[in-house]
């Protein structure tokens, strides 16, 4: 997705939440609250599931939910100033330090335990 794409979406999610009055609803904290919550929504599609039989059943619900975090995570973004792109670009590099390619390489532990 490009920049000018999240930007088109941050308006649309801007517009549809100022013609309802909600902003005063959407300070940092409560946002995210709101991402935890809806983060924990789409955990609960895979409650007592493999996760074939989970994506199989709930994949419309999971759609829902992941649009509530991606909804969510521009607002705080919007709401602190946070420029997505430079911070997805930082973190990168931050794991890529962490996790080196030569000691990361097929496993799943953490970079502590290297």
């Known amino acids: ?18 013609a309802r009055d909600w902003q005063k609803f959407h300070n940092p904290k409560d946002l995210s609250l ?5 983060a924990s929504e789409l955990l609960e599609t895979f409650q007592w599931k493999t996760s074939e039989e989970a994506v199989e059943k709930n994949l419309n619900n999971m759609k829902d939910e992941l649009a509530d975090i991606f909804i969510y995570t521009l607002l705080f973004a919007n709401e602190t100033g946070i420029d ?3 911070a997805v670009e930082q973190k990168i590099q931050k794991n890529n330090d962490k996790y080196p ?6 496993r799943n532990a953490k970079y502590t335990e290297f």
């Open 34 to 38: 709101s991402l935890s919550l809806e």
């Open 1 to 18: 997705m490009r920049m000018n794409e999240i930007k088109q979406l941050t308006e649309k999610i801007l517009k549809f939440r100022d």
């Open 101 to 106: 390619v030569d000691k990361a390489y097929g």
């Open 84 to 86: 997505l792109r430079k």
